[in-house]
């Protein structure tokens, strides 16, 4: 028998796509397919990503992870060829992103200094996040991404600015987190270098033999630093190590230093103040301490003669109302001069003189001094005096606490007696509200006749103002936010801010985070599982600004001081979105938050009093 096959000569080409095959994404793979060489034959990849080729032996480069199914078709093109397919399997694995953190660098410590990562990444559909930790005590913070997503490869940034707290040698590191969860990470060396702090004090008016403060003002741009500081005095005595008080609070750290001290001996002294941080850097501040008081005080320091007569040394005469005999208005004549002021040797309270003013009629004279203040002080201002009782009349001691010399100024405090019989005393207090407070001792003529005595003028300065203290206010309200921060940070299991105490409910610490509405400020994270928040006083009143990112329900519980629900509320609004809930109740001491999921934030808490019951729950 003979068989003829009518295709006898027809190639013959079954499809061997070869594999199966295993690459990186973003890498040139290179498909092997057969049979190869064959005539009138085609080859047909198709990729599985939907891409193609043609030929047996093709080359391809996936553009993400993931396993991919690749087909190859071969089509005879000859009378009675046929068309043949065969499949392969291709793992395609995942990429990291290549992350430059950037060279090292060196700033000052409190320097706000912008620093940027760059990426590129072969999986160049994949989108990316940023975070970046400065290797210092703050937790790491997302950063916005910039990107490009072509082929052959995702480029991108991301960028954030930071200060650093303290002098030291950091590594920064950033990390950039594919959405298909891969990360790439860079590190780079920050140096922070130590910068001095500034110190500022003003010039200060102290008193003989009584303690004044010595005050400097600093501040720090490394919060993170602590001080030590010393007072030289000026007046060899050896320097003192002064009380130093410091915040460490963002953008910098803020304190004073202080001493206190007593000055022997009136005159100007130069006064210096120096503070070290430890790191050993230092500033200074110097200042003009000018120790003065009421000059002849006693008026045992000597008179002069002047047309009104003879004036205690450091004394200025007036005349308001010149007395009988005068031949001109607001002055004396020199033969009447010697009747109105005289320094006296047998009328005194003490020592061995006074000074006397005397004369007939109804008259109005006196002397005045000015002494050197510091604003904001009180000033105690005592004399004694003695009227003649043979006359009449009044004696009156004024603290003009604007320093001026007119004796009619609507601004001078005045004591006045018209004890005729005994020495008495007078006693005037001020606030000093220029660098300048001015004593007046007066005599006001009575027509029969006076002669005023006065004595031992004292002045005793005290640096707190004594003011009768207003009655408390309540407030309308008392807010908590941290619209000041912009930095991530861990709070601890508990935590106080504007009288507002802060609890968690669970084993994990409060956390302030910077993710989220509005941009730009730090939120408290509400943990899933419950924060408890205690009033600063009883509170009426109740608001919670709130944002949600999940759908999870958020809910806030008012209790009162036994721990018993006075009512309750949700957050029902729009996910991402800012919202306000409230409870009002009396009574409320504290609020509750539990569910929301692990994402859900305090933006902002108010609270009102109320005035039925006492401010404190410690009063009740």
Known sequence: MQVISTYANTVTALAAAG???????????????????????QYFWDFGDGTTATGSAATHTYAD??????????????????????????RVRSVKPVVNAGVPSTCNEGQVVQYTATFTHLEWPETHTASFDFGDDTLPVSAPVTETNTAPMVQGS???????????VYRLTAAIQAKDGSVGTSTRQVTVLNVPPKVTAKDIFAYHCTPVNLIAHFTDP???????????????????PATVRERHNPPAGTGIAIATHEYERCGSYHAVCVVTDDGGMSGEAAITVRVVDIVNRDFEDGFRVRLAGAVANGWEPYVANAPAGSTFAGGLSASSAATLFAGEEIVVHSGRRSQRIAGLGAFVAGICQRIGANTGWDYQVTAWYSLDERGAGKCRLGVDPLGGTDPAAKSIVWSEGINNRNWHQLTVRVTATRQLVSIFLEADGDPRGTAAYFDEVRLVPYPCPIHEAPPEKKPEETCVNWKARNESQELGQSYTEQGFVFRSLTTAPLRLVTYGIPAGQAKLALLGRGVEVGMPFVAKRVVATVVRYSDARLIMDALNLTGTA??????????????????????????????????ALLVELCAYPDDTVARNPSDL
């Not at 991301?158 to 030291?168: D, F, Q, R, W």
């Open 19 to 41: 594999g199966p095959y295993e690459v990186d994404a973003g890498t040139v793979l290179t498909f092997i397919g057969g049979p190869a060489g064959k005539p009138d034959t």
């Open 65 to 90: 992870h993931g396993v991919y199914v690749a087909k190859l078709t071969t089509v005879v093109n000859e009378p009675g060829g046929v068309t043949t397919q065969e499949f392969t399997r291709v």
């Open 158 to 168: 991301a960028t954030i600015s930071h200060a650093y707290c303290k002098e030291g």
């Open 222 to 240: 490394g919060w993170c630093d602590t001080h030590v500081a010393i007072w030289d005095f000026g007046d060899c005595v050896p320097p003192q």
């Open 566 to 599: 006075l009512g309750s509320t949700a957050a029902v609004g729009k996910l991402n979105s800012l919202e306000n809930i409230e409870i009002d109740k009396p009574g409320i001491s504290a609020v509750r938050f539990t569910g929301g999921g692990e994402r």
